[in-house]
């Protein structure tokens, strides 16, 4: 599978891990793979394509990251996203790394 980087978002970085993304406006919920990560944003594949609601949450337990969410494009299972908040890119591996998120 050929790594996915989006040039919307710069200095993309490849992960992988579940995702979880909700929206309590619209009850949107579903779970997705990382696929890359950035300090603004992400992209993530979904099982099967989905109609995700432009505004949502992202979970990502293993690295303690909830963070709002604005879709910048889609393509059939792909998203790509941008926080609504600076994050902290985790220490990729094996354990969970505490994440701080800065409001801008």
């Not at 579940?18 to 309590?24: D, N």
């Not at 619209?26 to 394509?49: K, W």
């Not at 494009?73 to 790394?97: A, M, N, Y």
Request: proline letters at 8%.
């Amino acid at each position: 599978m050929s790594e996915i980087v989006d040039e919307q978002i710069p200095n993309m970085l490849p992960i992988r891990c579940t995702a979880h993304l909700t929206s309590f406006e619209t009850e949107f919920r579903t779970s997705a793979e990382m696929q890359s990560i950035s300090e603004t944003g992400a992209v993530v594949r979904l099982p099967e394509p989905v109609d995700i609601p432009d505004q949502f949450s992202i979970l990502i337990p293993k690295y303690r990251i909830n963070v709002g969410c604005r879709i910048i494009w889609r393509h059939l299972h792909d998203v790509g996203f941008r926080f609504d908040q600076k994050i902290e890119i985790p220490v990729l591996g094996d354990s969970p790394t505490t994440i701080s998120i800065a409001a801008e």
